[in-house]
């Protein structure tokens, strides 16, 4: 399990609120009082719209939060909010005009890796505009310490290897089928799945791809029953997994298969049958499985986000950028990176380390089985939960 953060994160915001304003502050060409700008991309449309709008309802609660203790360093942070679309040349195009006629220095949010991919290219590195992503796409990040994008998910390659983790810890699961999205997303982490999985004595006896936004996965479903693998490994994710369960608790493939997928809260909360017993885990730092300050703020503020699980990713790009600035005395996005590489970052999670090398901070991946609601937890969650530090990823 992961340690109890040193510093609460309601403590930092406080911290981050605390100081003389832009006297003797180095935050450059602002005035007295000025907005510090911060835009975010969201896929409000498309594939991702369930997790962005957690990402944004995330992301202004921050802002409420950060604002209503003082700003930062004297500045209150003023939120643009775009559509993205999940299409990239829309992210760019809106990325762009964020940059170049709201004067914005730094950009969050981005569900889509494709979307995150092209603005990172063509946007943020060339403007020096810091970059605070939630995407699964490791190359989003292989500019390294020069790179002006910080991640604050695990990226595709750590969620596969952690899925082959925890199916090589259990080798009686000899036959391995995997389900994935067809998609960027999908192919990067089967390939990491599949990499971590070689040299075991388990065999992935099949692989398939279903299109994302399907609506009849009931064919792959029927495949896997007819295979009788150990276990399935499914990347399915979002509105598809939502399709996939149903379809495929139907044909009672939970009773029949062991079953380890992406399931994070809001999704499986959403789901009129969750798949008890199944093997879940998720990336999204839903606040009601973390004990500190911030979840309970959260929770209270807004129960439905602190169960969904990406409120607390938007919180956190927020919040980071906000400690960034404030630990740079500056809002200079150079500056600030520079202070983030390498810096102990206040998140719902805790204390979280990003290494200076790669700019990919080290959340955990909350696994365990599902099970149904309670008293104590009113949406199906995992049970027993553990958090995995994925530290151990993140090799320079």
């Known amino acids: ?111 889509s890796s494709a979307v995150a991919k092209s603005v990172a290219q063509l946007v943020a590195n060339p403007r020096h505009v810091l970059y605070m992503v939630g995407a ?38 000899k036959r391995v089928a995997v389900l994935s999205e067809d998609y960027g997303y999908g192919h990067e982490v089967t390939a990491a799945f599949k990499a971590a999985m070689a040299g ?12 994302s936004g399907g609506t009849d996965y009931r064919p792959y479903a029927s495949k896997l029953i007819a295979e009788h693998p150990d276990v399935v490994y499914s ?11 149903r379809q495929a608790l139907a044909l009672e493939l939970f009773k029949k298969i062991k079953y380890l997928g992406i399931l994070d809260y809001g999704t499986i909360d959403a789901m009129s049958r969750p798949p008890l017993g199944a093997y879940g885990y998720t990336y999204y730092p839903s606040a009601s499985i973390y004990h500190t300050p911030f979840s309970a703020e959260l929770a209270e503020d807004s129960p439905a986000d602190a169960d969904g699980g990406a409120a607390g990713d938007g919180f956190n790009q927020v919040q980071i950028i906000a400690q ?28 979280v380390k990003i290494p200076r090398c790669n700019h990919l901070i080290a959340m955990p991946i909350a696994m365990g089985p599902v099970v149904p609601k309670t008293k104590a937890q009113p949406h199906a969650h995992f049970d027993p939960l553990h958090l995995v530090a994925t530290s151990r990823y993140l090799i320079c």
């Not at 719209?49 to 942070?77: D, K």
């Not at 595709?156 to 952690?162: C, D, L, S």
């Not at 075991?200 to 299109?211: A, E, F, G, N």
């Open 324 to 351: 960034g600035i404030a630990d740079a005395h500056s809002a200079n996005p150079i500056v600030v990176r520079e202070a983030l590489g390498g810096a102990t970052v206040q998140t719902v999670q805790g204390n």
């Open 235 to 245: 990347t399915v994710i979002s509105e598809d997994a939502l399709t996939f369960v």
């Open 200 to 211: 075991s004595r388990q065999t992935i006896i099949s692989q398939d791809y279903v299109p």
């Open 1 to 111: 399990m992961m340690k109890k953060p040193v510093v609460s994160l309601v403590t930092a915001l406080a911290l981050i609120g605390a100081g003389c304003g832009s006297s003797g502050s180095g935050l450059g060409s602002l005035a007295p009082g000025a907005p510090i700008k911060i835009g975010y991309l969201a896929s409000l449309t498309g594939f991702c719209a369930r997790f962005s709008q957690e990402y944004v309802r995330g992301a202004q609660l921050a802002v409420r939060t950060i604002n209503g203790r003082g700003g930062v360093l004297g500045h209150p942070l003023e939120l643009f909010i775009r559509d993205d679309r999940d299409t990239p040349n829309v992210g760019v195009r809106e990325a762009r005009d964020l940059v170049s006629e709201q004067h914005v220095k730094y950009l969050a949010g981005t569900c």
């Open 136 to 173: 699964a796409d490791p190359s989003v990040f292989a500019g390294g310490s020069d790179s002006y994008a910080f991640d604050t998910i695990p990226t595709a390659t750590v969620e596969g290897q952690n899925a082959a983790a925890f199916i090589r810890a259990h080798p009686r699961w």
